[in-house]
């Protein structure tokens, strides 16, 4: 929104549809998840903030066409992997590939919320005021486990995150690994990864979706699945998901 009224240089009750207009039009050319995150901040703002749904109400979503996922092989995982420049690099990508946690929930864990022995991570008041988000428990392989330990001895600072770095660094190291593989991946690649795998090797969606801290949307899996982190750990260990790496 910030965005939005410097380019108009108005103020927000002055704003027209005029002035929506000209800037949505500079998002045409994107992807239309971004045009419609645009809008959707837009409407908000002016309908149900300044109770101005007429500025808003003749804009309309675009249509999004369903693209099946095409997700990298474990080869191009391994690949990838080789080619990241140190060890916390690499810790990050197993916990991503393992864990389907996001981007930002993995770095933005305290070391108390992870249990390295039993291989489970429990982030605290993760979501709870979101309707389709929510986190129990996620739960990593034992790859990961293995170069989390090694991470942590190497550790040389106090802060109480896990990863003490930020968003841009976790992009720019992916970015070059990137460069060098040829291949796109990404942290959400990643959890994309985790949750095509899990399928193949037969774990039902809704623990899937449990794993991934997705909220359950079916009667089963709201009112008669057991989500307790031993059941979980269970169904995980069972499905045995490995990447490969040394």
Not at 58 to 77: G, H, M, N, Q, W
Not at 150 to 177: H, K, N, Q
Request: net charge positive.
């Amino acid at each position: 929104m910030k965005r939005f009224l410097e380019s108009t240089d108005k103020r927000p009750t002055q704003a027209t549809q005029e002035n929506i207009r000209a800037y949505l039009a500079q998002f045409k050319t994107k992807s239309p998840n971004t045009y419609a995150n645009v809008l959707k901040s837009l409407k908000v703002f002016f309908r149900d903030f300044l109770k101005r749904p007429d500025v808003v109400e003749s804009f309309k979503f675009p249509r999004r066409i369903y693209a099946p996922k095409t997700v990298p092989s474990k080869e191009d995982l391994q690949r990838f992997f080789k080619e990241l420049d140190n060890l916390r690099d690499q810790t990050a990508f197993l916990l991503y590939a393992t864990s389907g946690l996001r981007r930002n929930e993995l770095l933005t864990l305290a070391l108390d919320e992870v249990d390295v022995d039993n291989r489970i991570i429990s982030p605290r008041n993760a979501h709870q005021s979101s309707t389709t988000k929510n986190t129990w428990v996620n739960i990593f392989n034992f790859e990961a486990q293995t170069y989390l330990k090694r991470y942590l001895l190497s550790r040389e600072t106090g802060d109480s995150r896990l990863f003490p770095v930020t968003e841009v660094t976790i992009r720019r190291a992916f970015r070059r690994a990137n460069e060098k593989t040829g291949l796109q991946i990404t942290p959400q690649v990643l959890r994309d990864w985790f949750c095509c795998q899990l399928g193949e090797l037969g774990v039902p969606d809704r623990y899937v979706d449990a794993f991934c801290g997705r909220t359950p949307k079916s009667v089963l899996a709201k009112h008669y699945t057991d989500y307790l982190p031993e059941k979980l750990k269970r169904i995980y260990d069972k499905a045995n998901l490995t990447i490969g790496v040394n």
